[in-house]
Structures are given as C-alpha cells and as structure tokens.
C-alpha cells in the first residue's frame, strides 16, 4: 500500500514565524501536491511538483513556497505565518500517468494565533 | 476547463437505505474519475476510480459508480448504509496531472 506521512497531525504557530510542513511518500511516486481544506471551500490546490527540483503553483500559491529537493519528500513554507493560513493541509502523491489516482495523508490541522 | 459539480452539498439517509450520491463532470476528452471518502480528521481515502473499460465501478466498502457519458455523470451508490458510512464524499476528475474536486457532499446516516 501507498504511504503517504505528514510530519505533524496537529501544528501550533504564531503569527509571523517560518513554519515547514513535511510530507514524504514511499512508492517512487514522480508527482506531489499541497492543499489546504477549509470550510465551504473545498479542496484548493496551493502547489505541485512533477518532479525533483520542479514546482508549479496550484490555485492559491500566495503566502506559500515549497521544496522538492528529493523525489519522496515534499515541503510546504509558509515564510511569514498569517492567521488566514490557519486550515487542515493535506499532502498527496501520485504516479505520472493520467489513469492513477492521487494518495493522500492523514493531514496536518495548522493554528496560527 | 474541465470542472465537477456534486449535486446537494448534504444527503441524510437512514441506516440500511440506498445511498445516492450526485456528481456531474465536464471535460473536452475522455474522462477519469475518481470518488474518495474522508472521514473527520482525516485524510482522503480512495473509493473508487474509473479510466477506461467497464462502466460500472466497484469500490471499497460496498460502493460502486456508473460512469455515464450521455449524461457526463458519474454517481455512487450503495444499497444500505452503514453507520460508518457517515463522512464527506468527494467527487474528482483528472486534468493533465491535477484533480480538480467536486466540492464535497456530507452524508448523514440516521439510525
């Protein structure tokens, strides 16, 4: 089975510090995604990366940054905590070809006060 | 741009009754679907998934969908809920190498 491990299940930050996100994946997947989930919102993509060293911006990048420096391991920077990014962060991961699905993890409930 | 629109943001059932839950999709080439659960504070589990071949998918749990281009529908089923069956649904098609996500259906199961 697919692993899909988020560093932290629940993060408390304040506003203003530098906080890193850290998602890792176990099936040599090419493709990682960021999302944020909010309430009457839905799933909104923030960033991808379809490889080592490569990133796109999803719908919502402002506020965020990532980093792909390995193939399993994919991270979220929020440079400059903000309340408004305060939400559930879910890291997914799949394989290149159109047909596969994506693999999500548990999730990390982020509270920036 | 293709998009998904899940019918009824809420669906409440009764415990044994027929689960029915509505996603209509658009695309401009031949679709892949995909329908995950979540359950509360967690992540998203995947359900089932329809790329090509037989139009009626089986899933996890006792869930199934019938993929239907006339009606560029792809709806899940289940002829009895369960008590654990109570979470949110999300219906999903891939585009290039995103999912784009219906946004999201909350079903209820009343004892």
């Known amino acids: 089975d697919v692993k899909v491990t988020q560093s932290s299940r629940y993060l408390v930050k304040r506003t203003g510090e530098k906080v890193f996100l850290e998602c890792v994946q176990d099936?040599?997947?090419?493709?990682m995604f960021w999302y944020r989930q909010d309430p009457g919102l839905g799933l909104r993509l923030i960033y991808f990366s379809y490889d080592v060293k490569m990133k796109e911006k999803g719908d919502i990048p402002e506020g965020y940054s990532v980093s792909r420096e390995k193939k399993e391991r994919f991270s979220l920077i929020l440079e400059s905590a903000s309340t408004n990014q305060t939400s559930m962060y879910l890291c997914?991961?799949?394989?290149?070809?159109?047909?596969?699905?994506?693999?999500f993890g548990d999730g990390t409930r982020l509270s920036i006060l | 741009a293709q998009s998904v629109t899940q019918l009824g943001s809420h669906v409440s059932v009764s415990e044994g009754a027929l689960v029915l839950l509505r996603c209509n999709y658009s695309s401009s080439v031949p679709p892949y679907l995909f329908w995950y659960v979540q359950y509360p504070n967690q992540g998203l589990q995947l359900l089932l998934k329809?790329?090509?071949?037989?139009?009626l998918v089986k899933g996890i749990n006792g869930f199934e969908a019938e993929f239907k281009k006339s009606e560029t529908s792809f709806h899940l089923t289940k002829p009895s809920a369960h008590m654990s069956d109570a979470a949110e649904y999300f219906c999903a098609v891939k585009d290039t190498g995103k999912l784009i996500f219906g946004q999201g259906t909350t079903l209820q199961v009343k004892p």
């Open positions: 329809y790329t090509t071949g037989a139009t």
């Open positions: 099936m040599d997947h090419e493709n």
């Open positions: 997914a991961s799949s394989l290149h070809e159109r047909n596969q699905p994506q693999h």
